[in-house]
């Protein structure tokens, strides 16, 4: 009999590995158990376990309500699918800004409960206290720079950021700043191209884009954006690789259907 094949578990030296000899990354949401499996055996290099669960998993507007007990029981779910991917999770509003020592705890509770891989923090400068502190108890931390929506009250707006001079000024001395830290990888939302690209040129760790362009060391997106299960969100840069929500409607239409003209179960479907 043949011995199971061993699973090489993608680690954040095997993503830097990867921007060396220009192999792109692949990123993918994902906040279940059942999902997460379907991603982690599909190949994916990396899963994130995202604040973005407020949104397509909670229904709130925005992603600041999810809590810290929420997202460790999201990524605590997520965590007994994987076996591949790196497991990257969203550290949630509230959790580490202005409060490095508070950043530092609830990174550590995150890693602890969840048995993840690394943290995934927004902000420059202004969170490199947390970042520096959280680093330095080993934990891995992904940069967020441009679009950071946990930020959606200061912004007003969710539109492409970095577009004057200032803004992108900044957004490329902050992802300097992460590099040297120690962060391994920056998420850059929604900014030119670009810039994007400049910025994935510059620092020596990898970049994950979305509506960042393509010049970028990897790609991330929503998956049940790109599985098209939300049809409400259709900003130019997600490509809808199905039309899950259309697939389920009619699956569920064709079970109600078949309850009530009596055409399920049959004779075979029965004990
Ligand atoms: O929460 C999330 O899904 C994210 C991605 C959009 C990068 O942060």
């Not at 509003?93 to 609830?106: C, I, R, V």
């Not at 539109?159 to 998420?187: N, S």
């Not at 994935?200 to 299960?229: C, F, K, N």
């Amino acid at each position: 009999m043949k011995a199971p094949k061993e699973v090489t578990k993608v680690t954040t030296h095997v993503l830097q590995e990867m921007k060396l000899r220009q192999e792109k990354i692949s990123m993918l949401t994902a906040y279940d158990y059942s999902m997460a499996r379907i991603v982690d055996r599909s190949g994916i290099d990396v899963i994130l376990v995202g604040d973005s669960a407020a949104n397509v998993m909670a229904g709130h507007k925005t992603t600041l309500p999810i809590t810290l007990n929420e997202m460790i029981y999201h990524a605590s779910s997520v965590m007994r699918a994987v076996q591949r991917a790196l497991v990257v999770v969203d550290m949630p509003f509230g959790t580490y800004q202005g409060n490095s020592l508070e950043a530092l705890l609830s990174a550590i509770r995150i890693m602890k409960e969840s048995n993840a891989n690394a943290v995934k923090i927004e902000g420059g400068q202004e969170i490199m206290e947390s970042v520096d502190r959280i680093l330095s108890a080993g934990i891995p931390v992904m940069g967020h720079l441009g679009l950071t929506p946990q930020s959606i009250n200061k912004f007003g707006t969710y539109v492409v950021r970095a577009t004057q001079e200032e803004e992108a000024q900044k957004l490329v001395e902050d992802a300097h700043k992460l590099a040297e830290a120690g962060c391994f990888a920056i998420v850059l939302e929604k900014i030119p191209a670009v810039l994007a690209e400049k910025v994935s040129r510059e620092i020596p760790i990898p970049t994950i884009g979305i509506g960042a362009g393509s010049g970028v060391d990897g790609q991330v997106l929503v998956l049940h954006d790109m599985l098209g299960i939300n049809q409400d969100f259709s900003p130019r840069f997600l490509r809808r690789y199905n039309n899950l929500y259309n697939e389920i409607k009619g699956s569920v239409e064709s079970y109600i259907s078949d309850v009530k003209n009596q055409k399920f179960p049959n004779k075979d479907e029965q004990y």
